[in-house]
């Protein structure tokens, strides 16, 4: 009997939690040596008398990466970045200084290039972490126009980089594994949850399969990209690795068809048994050869596809074959998206942006309540393109800053007037970090959440250069937290407000521009590369529908065919395991075409 299919359109309380509690393959390793990063940055602080300290410590947990390479890649490139960024600043603030007009303007102009950067280049999110560190520097030496004290502030700026930079590549490099071994064990997460679904197909493990699908082979091919430039590995084993990535995908999608579709015959242990080998082997940080085809699978035509699959799961395929499909589903190349001087989507997204940024600006200079500072960095961390991501995230950001705001001042009045030595208090701050980067490396439903605990927790207890224990200094920067979110959402929500509904038939065309060119594909090597491109282009689709859902009633009522396209997009999730299967193919190719003529227009 076919099991129903779970809602994976909608983050539900139950769901939510399920989600934080969820005990991902690699994500509690993640999280401590995220963790263990973040405690260094603050200890470094420390020492050398940085001042607030929150801003380094939060932009080591927004970048901090999965392996050593990309750690490594990334904080060489942050640094070099920011350092022409600083050179900038040096002669903005020879025109600013002492001119309260020109600083607003070199705010706003700093803030509109980086918004644009952000929606418009290959540069996110780090555009917007440089952003917030520049116009925070741009703050601080506004508080002391002294030409001494603002050489220092942009000293300071530069060391917010410079010690989370460095810090991933020295510490990076040491704790994290090598993009290799994140590639096998992603490998072996896929295989492990295919025989799962064969063993106990319960509704809450075809949801963590759907979810898992939906990355489709993109991570795991900058794990290749990145274990190819640590020139350690052996081209050959790199190649096997290459094609066991989209072998794990369609084994992972086969799997789901299977049980989905049809009961699972006793008869498949063997096929069970070979899949849990085989992960076994990928944890090594190995892969399998010479795979035996398990036997005895019944009539299930899934099951037998699969079966046939492992025999060559890791056999290097032809490289012209492979190539030839990789560039068909490759993204766009250089550092500008292609639409990034003609689409006036990006300009409007900048002008929003900067429009949050001057306000909050205004109001913290207006009120003169330099406590609440911490909305203008806000409005850097917490813009987003459509109105449904708005709606969508605010909760989590608000939900984040009240509970990071939560543990500050509880850890403030509880555990700070008992901490006797530096030690004490960065297992203090080492705990609660861990909280927030427990839930950052989540699923990306909730990973904004982690970095708003995260946000305020530092923010709360950490002024200066150390500890505080100031209960007002915590007060004001989660006001300014929550004001910058709100007024964020009130400028996106209120010009030129962009519609999550506009951008659906677009996804959708991605989904079966896909799914024909896996329709017609003929070697089974870019088969694969073809079903992998349909899984990420559906969790695409898939996350625009749900942001549409969640806009306001006046916006869903200019949504006529939404419910249209979230049936389209359940049948190619079902088309697109199907199509795998030869005994289904011909049938499914006409299928495809159908809903694709079907959809509105």
């Not at 290039?113 to 555009?127: D, E, I, M, N, T």
């Not at 440089?130 to 741009?138: F, G």
């Not at 109001?363 to 003169?368: D, E, P, R, W, Y």
């Amino acid at each position: 009997m076919a099991l129903p299919v779970p809602d994976t359109l909608h983050l539900t309380l139950v769901r939510f939690w399920r989600l934080v509690c969820d005990p991902a393959p690699g994500r509690l390793g993640y999280s401590l040596r995220m963790t263990c990063a973040c405690t260094l940055v603050i200890l470094i602080c420390e020492i050398w008398q940085v001042p607030e300290t929150a801003l380094p410590a939060f932009v080591t947990m927004a970048l901090w990466q999965k392996d050593r390479m990309t750690n490594v890649l990334a904080g060489v490139g942050v640094n070099l970045l920011f350092a022409v960024v600083i050179l900038l600043m040096f002669g903005l603030v020879h025109l600013t200084l002492d001119h309260p007009l020109s600083l607003v303007a070199a705010t706003a102009l700093l803030s509109l290039g980086f918004f644009f950067l952000g929606s418009a280049s290959k540069l996110k999110p780090v555009a917007y972490m440089l952003a917030l560190i520049v116009v925070y520097a741009l703050i601080a030496i506004d508080q002391a126009p002294v030409g001494e004290l603002a050489t220092r502030a942009l000293l300071y700026a530069d060391l917010f980089i410079l010690i989370p930079g460095g810090v991933m590549v020295v510490v990076g490099g040491l704790i994290c594994p090598s993009p290799k071994t994140v590639l096998t064990h992603a490998i072996a997460a896929r295989l492990r949850l295919s025989a799962r679904l064969h063993q106990q197909p319960d509704a809450l493990v075809q949801e963590q399969a759907t979810a898992m699908l939906r990355e489709g082979a993109g991570d795991m091919l900058k794990s290749l990209k990145m274990a190819k430039l640590e020139k350690l590995w052996r081209d050959h084993d790199l190649e096997c690795l290459h094609q066991a990535i989209y072998s794990s995908v369609a084994t992972l999608a086969l799997a789901h068809a299977a049980t989905r579709d049809h009961s699972i015959p006793h008869s498949a242990s063997s096929l069970i048994q070979t899949l849990f080998e085989m992960a076994a082997i990928f944890e090594k940080g190995d892969y399998p050869t010479d795979i035996s085809t398990p036997s005895a699978l019944g009539t299930s035509p899934a099951l037998q596809e699969l079966a046939l699959l492992l025999s060559t799961f890791t056999t290097p395929a032809p490289k012209n074959q492979q190539k030839e499909a990789e560039k068909d589903e490759s993204g766009p190349a250089g550092f500008f998206f292609p639409d990034a001087f003609t689409n006036p989507e990006h300009v409007r997204f900048a002008v929003k942006g900067t429009a949050a940024v001057m306000l909050s600006y205004f109001l913290f200079k207006v009120l003169a309540w330099p406590g609440i500072h911490t909305c203008v960095i806000t409005c850097f961390i917490v813009a987003l393109p459509t109105m449904g991501e708005m709606i969508s995230k605010l909760t989590l950001r608000i939900a984040g800053a009240l509970v990071g705001g939560a543990m500050g001042i509880g850890s403030l009045i509880i555990l700070m007037p008992h901490l006797q030595n530096s030690a004490a208090f960065l297992a203090m701050m080492a705990a609660g970090t861990l909280v927030a980067c427990w839930i950052k490396t989540g699923d990306e439903r909730i990973a904004y959440a982690g970095l708003q605990i995260g946000l305020a927790f530092f923010l709360s207890d950490l002024k200066g250069y150390g500890p505080t224990t100031d209960m007002t200094t915590a007060r004001d920067r989660i006001i300014g937290i929550l004001l910058g979110n709100f007024i964020t959402y009130a400028v996106f929500t209120s010009i030129w407000p962009t519609s999550a509904y506009d951008k659906i038939r677009d996804t959708l065309r991605n989904v079966f521009h896909a799914l024909d060119a896996l329709a017609i594909a003929p070697p089974r090597t870019q088969q694969l590369v073809h079903a992998a491109a349909v899984q990420t282009a559906l969790g695409t689709t898939e996350r625009t529908i749900e942001f549409a859902s969640m806009e306001p009633p006046h916006m869903r009522a200019d949504m006529p065919h939404l419910a249209a396209y979230h049936t389209a997009t359940q049948q190619a999730a079902l088309l697109a395991e199907d199509v795998l299967i030869p005994a289904l193919s011909s049938e499914t190719a006409h299928q495809i075409t159908q809903l694709e003529q079907g959809l509105p227009k």
